[in-house]
Structures are given as C-alpha cells and as structure tokens.
C-alpha cells in the first residue's frame, strides 16, 4: 500500500512517487523502483528478452510468476506498475477471497472510466485459491478490467486451472546468487537518498561475503541484516562506523535454506536425496538429507524415503538394509533430536554404500500382467489338499494335489515343478542381480538346478 501518492486515491496504488518513508526498513526502502535497479532474473529481463520488451513496449497481458520464495516475484510486479505506470492492487491468496476481488474490480473499472488507466492485481501465493476463486479472476481478465500477476512458488501446471494459464503468460524465477546479494548491498551503502550512503560506513569485504552467503539468495534478510550492523554500531572518533566479519557473524547466525517443505523444492530436494542414494554417493546423500533437516522437513518423511530405498534400490543385493533402517528409525524415535541425527546419518550411509539391486521391481511386472491378462487356475496339484478332501472320498476321485512334489524330499530342498497357471508358464519377471548377497542367492539355486540336471541324465 502506498500511502504517500497525493494524486492517486486507490489502495496500494504505485503511481510514479519517489517518495522514501525513512523510517520503512532499508530493505523496503532499496525496493527496486525501475527495470534498471531490478537484480537477476536476466532469462526474462535481460536486455531484448521478451517480458522486458513488453514492459517497454507498454502491451502488458496476465502474467503468472513461479519460482522459489525470495526470488523477486513481487518486486518484479511492482516495477512493472511503475514502468507502465498502472495502478497497483495486492491481494493475498491466503487472506484474501472473491469478496476482495470483486472490491478490486468495482475500483479499476472506476479509474479506467475515469483516465483510462491500468489496473495490475497482484494475487500473492496464487496457488491457495480453490478452482472457484480462480475462475471468478476469468471474467474480468476477459474484458480487461484487471491486469492479473500471480505469484506462486508450486508448480502452476498443477496448482492452478487451466483456463487461468490459457490466458496467462507463465515466466519461472530462479534463485538469486550470491553476487545478486552482493550488488544490492553495494547499492544499499552508497545509495543517499534511500540507502546509507550519507552516512561513513566502511564494511570489510569478508563482511560483505558473509551476509551474502547467510543469505541463502534472500536480499531482504541481507539487507536488513546489513541495517542492523550498522545501526547497532557505535562510529569510532572520526564518525566511521565500522563493519567487520565478527559483527557480521552477530547480524545473520543462522545461513538461510532455499527450502519449501510444501512446494516443488521438497519434490526437488527428495528426488536429489534418492537419487544420490540410488548413485552410491554418500556425500551427496548426506548433503541433501541435511539441506531437508535445515529446512524443516520431518525426519518421519526421510526414513520412510529410506525404508523404500532399501527394497527399490537396495533390495536383494542387500537384505539387511531394510532391518537396519527401520531400526534406526525405531531408535530416532525413542531418542529424537539432536542425538536422532546420528540414526539418520547410519540409515543414510549404510543405504548409500550398499550394493545396488532393482530386481524387487518384479512385483510390479507381474502386477501388469494379471491386470491385462487376468488370473489363470491354481494347477491342480498346487491346491489346497484338505479344500476337497470329503468330496474326493465320497466320489472316488483322486486328489489332483496328490501330484505335488514336497521339495524338502529331495536333494538340496529343491525339485522341478510348475508353480503357475499354464498361461503364463513360460514367463520370467524376475531378473536376479549378480551383486551382493542377491548374487550368491541366485549362484546357489542355479548350482542345484544344475545338480539335479546332471542327476537326471545319469539316470536315463
């Protein structure tokens, strides 16, 4: 909301002011004002590329911006207001409903009657609206009344309707970089009119790195961060006020973690974790889990990932995998935090560097099968033998399960027999590894097959 435009009687109006509220935080302060202050996102804004040739050009349509939290999304929305010098209307997805909307609408039809000017709805966290809330934006994107910029950080494809996107242009944001973080805290000190420029500062370059990389990619916390050192700072006999890493270190603790444990960077930073497990690479596996832990993400969440690990990837090669992470989860339960990271760096390591085998996989072979084929008949002889026992007596029928062989009669526990329906007799869906124990398992029962072969032909 911008309180200070005198010629503009609408909420959260933009307008063109340049007017600064020194007592805003520097952060809201060193809000970019034009396309030429805005930091990153150089795929979309970069010189010649398409959103920055339609803001110039002024032909702006609906806009949805995805990408992760921090990465400019309502910034860039507000400078495009500025740049096409439209009014500017907020709302927030998780506050806000059809009741606000249809007050948002009934002023920009207001205003555009009034000078013909533009309205940019910013809807913040569009995904939280429902398919209702989301279709009533439809009508009035239809007849131009707003300008809509959705912000999101899940993936749109799946959040939001598809008649929504149909009339939306989608542009994703990446993370900003170190050195994004880097440019704007140069610009908040020698910045005068906004920043603090009028005041002697001197910050080491160590200090300067360090709120960066504590940043973890977020100018605000860096910014602000900033602010408090140099506020909480006494300036030496010549009025300097000094910056150094130690001062730094007191202003941002705790390193900032791109991590939404609701959106896409869960999906994004589980499919790093299981692939690095799958890959064998422990450091990286380790690096993942604890980049989730970091961000919040339920311990619960990477044991069960590890439990499937152990069957899906680790398998037969290794069947004790399965035991050992489901007692270290047992144990993380029994103890929990911080002491629980000792259970889920031993899941972690032990699943990393276990042999490798998909073979379990099978099941969902044979699952395809029986759904496409149906299921055959029990072979006679694998039947229950006592199912019809009462009614082979009383007929003089022989029990067709008379036929089976009991494997423990013979050599090595094993004897050739037909265990499935005729159908699907000549079928393999299992395909042993040759790694680890899987390896040996399978070794051993194609040495007694073989046994039983050269028993046969001595026979004949």
Avoid at 16 to 40: C, I, Q, W, Y
Avoid at 440 to 454: F, G, P, Q, T, V
Wanted: some cysteine; hydrophobic content about 35%; proline content about 4%.
């Amino acid at each position: 909301m911008d309180l200070f435009n005198e010629e503009s009687d609408s909420e959260n109006d933009e307008g063109k002011t340049n007017f600064v509220n020194p007592h805003e935080p520097l952060a809201t302060r060193m809000r970019p004002r034009s396309l030429d202050e805005f930091v990153g996102q150089n795929h979309i804004v970069g010189e010649g590329k398409m959103l920055r040739r339609m803001i110039e050009s002024g032909v702006i349509g609906s806009l949805i911006f995805y990408g992760p939290p921090s990465s400019g999304k309502t910034t860039l929305a507000h400078v495009i207001s500025r740049e096409i010098n439209a009014q500017y209307v907020e709302l927030n997805a998780v506050l806000d409903g059809i009741k606000d909307l249809r007050k948002v609408v009934a002023k920009a039809e207001k205003v555009q009657q009034m000078n013909g000017r533009k309205t940019i709805l910013f809807v913040d966290e569009i995904h939280r609206w429902n398919k209702a809330q989301q279709d009533a934006l439809l009508p009035h994107l239809e007849s131009g009344v707003i300008t809509l910029i959705g912000a999101t950080t899940e993936n749109p494809f799946y959040s939001l309707v598809s008649p929504l996107l149909s009339r939306c242009q989608l542009f994703e944001l990446y993370d900003l970089t170190t050195d994004h973080v880097l440019i704007m805290i140069d610009r908040s000190l020698k910045d005068e009119e906004r920043g603090l420029g009028k005041k002697d500062v001197k910050v080491t370059d160590e200090a300067k790195q360090h709120l960066a990389e504590f940043a973890g990619g977020d100018i605000r916390n860096a910014i602000n961060a900033l602010e408090v050192a140099v506020l909480s700072s006494d300036p030496d006999d010549e009025g300097v006020i000094h910056i150094d890493l130690e001062i730094a270190k007191e202003c941002i603790q705790r390193r900032g973690v791109r991590y939404d444990g609701g959106g896409d960077e869960h999906y994004h930073y589980a499919s790093a974790f299981i692939k690095s497990l799958r890959g064998s690479d422990v450091d990286a596996a380790l690096y993942w889990m604890v980049a989730m832990l970091e961000g919040g993400e339920d311990p619960n969440f990477i044991f069960r990932r590890m439990l499937i690990q152990s069957s899906e990837d680790v398998g037969m090669a290794d069947p004790h995998a399965l035991s050992l992470v489901n007692s270290a989860h047992e144990a993380f339960t029994k103890c929990g935090m911080p002491e629980g990271l000792y259970f889920l760096a031993h899941a972690c390591i032990y699943v990393a560097l276990a042999p490798k085998s998909n073979s379990a996989g099978a099941v969902f072979s044979v699952r395809r099968e029986i759904q496409n084929s149906g299921i055959g008949e029990v072979p006679p002889h694998l039947r229950d033998k006592t199912a019809n026992s009462k009614q082979s007596r009383y007929l003089g029928v022989e029990n067709a399960s008379d036929d089976y062989h009991y494997p423990h009669s013979y050599d090595h526990h094993w004897v050739p027999q037909n265990y499935v329906p005729d159908n699907v007799k000549n079928k393999q869906w299992y395909e042993p590894g040759n790694i680890g124990r899987e390896g040996k398992l399978w070794d051993r029962l194609e040495k007694i097959k073989e046994a039983y072969e050269k028993a046969s032909k001595k026979k004949r």
